[in-house]
């Protein structure tokens, strides 16, 4: 089912990059494992999968030394500061700054550890009261400012899109996404290159690389339901 589920995306992936004039190596999917089992990770890798996606630091960490592939994984959950130390080391990309506090801790742990960690800041689009991140209008300033740590590179910006059964209504919340990432790229900011857009998620995957998402988070979609046990 797996394997079924990676090769369908896969080409969702390409038709929607057909549609809009892109080249189908600018996009990476992000198979989102959170709560599932060692078992079916080995089965997407088995599948060709190499990126994953958890928002658990400790469940993260453990997946990451009980798996055998070396894979890549993928911070894209709230982070409490004390729970970056499991994060740092492991996780090639942080999705989810959605703040200066934690840019610093991680900063702090990232210098500890000697070496650079590649982060994307989390932007609160639809300005959702449940949700994380920075709204549109403080991300040039929060840039500037991680823009001065040694050890952060910012690669990026990073979504949660409003929960919908319609991908079309994200549509314009994916195009304002694109226009902050253009708008910051142009203030030429010293120390930043950032040109990864990670939006799109199971219900609107396709409508997020149409509006220029670089990197895709699906779980669902590749996994199937998640259970929660609490
Ligand atoms: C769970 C999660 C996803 C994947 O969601 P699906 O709808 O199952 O594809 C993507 N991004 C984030 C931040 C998540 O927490």
Redesign the pocket.
């Known amino acids: 089912m797996i394997k079924e589920n990676v090769a369908e995306a896969l080409q969702n992936i390409q038709r929607a990059c057909e549609r809009s004039g892109r080249d189908v190596s600018e996009v990476t999917l992000i198979a ?1 494992s ?1 709560t599932k089992p060692l078992e079916m990770i080995q089965e997407a890798v088995a599948a060709g999968m190499l990126e994953f ?1 958890e ?1 658990k630091p400790q469940e993260m960490r453990d997946k990451a030394k009980l798996l055998e592939t070396p894979v890549h994984w993928h911070m ?2 709230s982070l409490q500061t004390n729970k970056i130390k499991y994060v740092v080391g492991t996780a090639c990309l942080i ?2 700054v959605d703040s200066l506090t934690l840019a610093a801790a991680i900063e702090k742990e990232a210098a500890k550890k000697e070496l650079v960690m590649d982060i994307l800041l989390e932007i609160n689009i639809a300005k959702e009261e449940s949700k994380h991140g920075f709204m549109e209008e403080d991300v040039t300033e929060a840039v500037r400012e991680i823009a001065k740590f040694p050890h952060l590179r910012l690669k990026g910006l990073m979504t ?1 899109a409003p929960y919908t059964e319609n991908a079309e209504e994200n549509r314009t919340y994916f195009k304002k996404m694109k226009e902050l990432l253009v708008d910051i790229q142009s203030k030429n900011i010293d120390n930043v290159s950032m040109d990864i857009l990670s939006m799109g ?3 609107d995957y396709e409508v997020a690389i149409e509006e220029g998402a670089t990197m895709v ?5 590749i996994f199937g339901e ?1 259970i929660y046990t609490r």
């Open positions: 989102v959170k996606g928002n894209i959950g999705h989810s949660v998620m199971t219900s988070r699906i779980g669902t979609g998640r």
